[in-house]
């Protein structure tokens, strides 16, 4: 597989800054359970009263006909609808948020960046064909990032949370994520 080199170019130490102010602590390529020992240093966030993971059934998702802004706002409506979430946001390969929710400019470009980073690990190590993996956010938040690869480049899913989803409310918004980019038939084999 051939990839596209990446025009988005972050300095080493510039990099660290991004993930210093976006809060990431630990990258991991599966959802993380909440430590019962966690204390975090940093002043802590306002948190919605709402559970992560709301009970109603995620499988309903029609992506709408239109622009591909038009089809990811819904996609953002209906994850708001299934999960309650701090920040969502989808984001370029160039670190430029295509539609985003409440997502801190910091977190949207670091977010990118671990998914180029990923994906090299990935294909390079023969690690996980998983297209998504969590980050655990040092205000006690967790990340979860879905990467495609499409024909207008990688296209990255992400999703704050008080707490990680199970791991089949991920597959879920991960697939209507793929149904919301492959209308027309957008995505690359």
């Keep these: 597989m051939t990839t596209k080199p990446s025009l988005f170019w972050v300095d080493p130490g510039e990099f660290s800054g991004l993930l210093e102010r976006a809060g990431a602590a630990e990258v991991r390529s599966t959802p993380v359970l909440p ?12 948190v919605a009263e ?3 993971v709301l009970p109603r059934d995620p499988a309903v998702f029609e992506p709408p006909r239109g622009s591909l802004d038009a089809r990811l706002s ?3 409506v209906w994850i708001r609808s299934v ?4 920040h969502a946001f989808v984001v370029d390969e160039e670190g430029l948020a295509l539609v985003h929710e409440s997502a801190p400019l910091e977190l949207i470009a670091a977010s ?3 998914a180029e980073t990923w994906d090299s690990l990935r294909n390079r190590f023969s690690l996980s064909t998983d ?7 040092m ?6 990032l879905m990467t495609l690869q499409t024909h207008w480049g990688r296209l990255s899913l992400g ?11 991920i597959a879920t918004i991960s697939e209507q994520f793929r149904r919301t980019l492959a209308e027309k038939e957008h995505l690359r084999p």
């Design 139 to 144: 205000e006690g938040q967790h990340l979860h």
């Design 74 to 76: 819904a996609l953002l």
């Design 35 to 46: 430590r019962s020992d966690y204390t975090s240093s940093a002043a802590a966030l306002p």
């Design 50 to 52: 709402a559970p992560a």
């Design 112 to 114: 990118s960046t671990l």
């Design 83 to 86: 999960v309650a979430f701090n």
């Design 159 to 169: 999703v704050v949370l008080d707490t990680p989803l199970p791991k089949s409310r």
């Design 131 to 137: 297209n998504l993996f969590s980050v655990h956010l």
